[in-house]
């Protein structure tokens, strides 16, 4: 029989991110959202008219799939796209049902945070020493 390998923290938050990360996707799909349109929807919120390209770097997705994202928002009334012809420059922003979809999904992270710092408190007193310190070192 093997000894067990060591306590690894890198592994661990990979563990524990996926976690967490299954409630978040199973929360949002009553909002018709995964876990990535969540991020790009909040881009977009976010940053007024961002372009295609810049959404596609922020996200570390390719331009096409932003593309699609952006077309499956605007088919779901969520997104505005000013684009003026093809080839023009794009002016994404959310609608007033974008805001609201991402308002519902806000809750939710909220009560995600509550319920993981009420299972989790010394753990979440030491993630939020550790992004403090991250925060302030790039200064």
Known sequence: MSDAPPFSPTIMLLTLSRVWEARLADGLKPLGLTTRQYGLLGHIRGTPGISFSELAR??????????????????????????????????????????????????????????????????????????????????
């Open 58 to 139: 922020r996200s570390r997705i390719t331009v096409q799939s932003v593309h699609t994202a952006v077309a499956r928002f605007v088919a779901a009334g969520l997104v505005d796209d000013g684009t003026a012809h093809a080839g023009a420059a794009s002016t994404l922003s959310v609608t007033a049902e974008g805001a609201a979809v991402l308002d519902r999904a806000a809750a939710l992270v909220v009560d995600l945070d509550v319920e993981f710092a009420a299972q989790n408190p010394e753990l979440t007193d030491a993630l939020r020493v550790q992004m403090t310190r991250a925060l302030s070192s790039s200064d």
